[in-house]
């Protein structure tokens, strides 16, 4: 049964490569969905992505067995099916997607390069592993497809081929869902008519799902800030809800919805690293003490280091992260923490998404210079060395000054970015136990 993977059509003028999937779906009203769609996000630090850098796949054939509702397109219900027989000619699928590809795809954007692949087979699992962490070339994503015996074809640069290599390569191991809901094409590049207090009920009633609203920010974060066809994304651990979910947010009415199988939330970008080894563009989990006190530069950005040992690293919480700078400030030089990020290039930072607290130093302020062992007065300092000298009776001694101890506001737990900030892959905190 053909997988069907597309890559790079959007653009931050508009389009969105899931909207194309959905259509993808469309256009076969005579093919069952196998499985879920697939929504893959890959490495989030390379610098020529559009938006998200999310590829897509889907899997069609003639479903057997009892089918799930996945979605609603176009007035039509759509199931997906666990199992599957053979249907549909390659070739004849190869066309009709190539068509669509041109017909929507966003070819006027320099950064969009769109993809594609039909293929009888996955491509092989570490391709998924590396585009996911680090970068994957064009020729290593055809050299894969090749190898696979797929369909492809792609425009312009053809990075649009590793997304689609990627999208056929994940292998679900830590998974999430996401109830996508699209708008109808004359209210597209319109502002979203989604109703706060709705979003906030769908919150509450279905734990389930995650980062859809940020209580403190007062965020609405499941409509995305671009104007492409996205009314909103509802996030969850589990399908089975979701359309419930969907059905409790008010606003203006979607004009179709399909849930995503996806590796969002996963944390499948993340690698365990010494300082020295890190590489730019990837995402990183590195432990280490404090070397830098945290200081906040223009714009609001919060800028410390962390050393290991083996080097030193520049670490920010960027202003867009909020409430977690205030966690940053509080940090002091020796604390012992783990800092999950990505790696930027220019500049060379770890932009922080999680931090834990492996240990923390007492913080002191010196309060009171020594008193003098002969006559009890406070002795003045030599200016060299923490040495000090009574100036009655001459003595000089090093040490012995008074210190208050401040009160730390952080503890030795876990802190994120708040869900304003949350970026695809990041696992949010509740969902790592
Ligand atoms: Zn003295």
Redesign the pocket.
Known sequence: MPYIAVDDTDSVKGMCTTFLLTEIIRIFPNLDVIGYPRLVRLNPNIPWKTRGNAALSVRLGKGRGEGRKIGEIAGRSIYAYEKGIEAGDLNEIYEKVRELVEKLAVFDDEKTNPGFAVSANKTSQSLYWKAVRKIVSVEEAVEELEKSGALYKAYKNRRGLVGSAAALSWRPKRRTYELIAYRYEERWGTPREVDEKSVIEMDRSFPETFDNYDYRNKYVAITPNTPCPILYGIRAIGPERLEKAHKMVKGEKAERWVIFLSNQGSDDNMLGKRIFDIQPYESVVIRGKVAKAPVTIEGGHVIFSISDGSGEVESAAYEPTKEFRETIRALVRGDSVEIWGGVHEKPYTLNIEKLRVLGLEKNRVKVHNPR?P????R?KSTGRDGYYR????G?KIKGGEEYREIPRKIEETWYEVPVCARRHLARPLRLLR
Request: one cysteine or more.
């Open positions: 003098c002969k006559c009890g007065k002795m009574c100036r009655d009776c003595i």
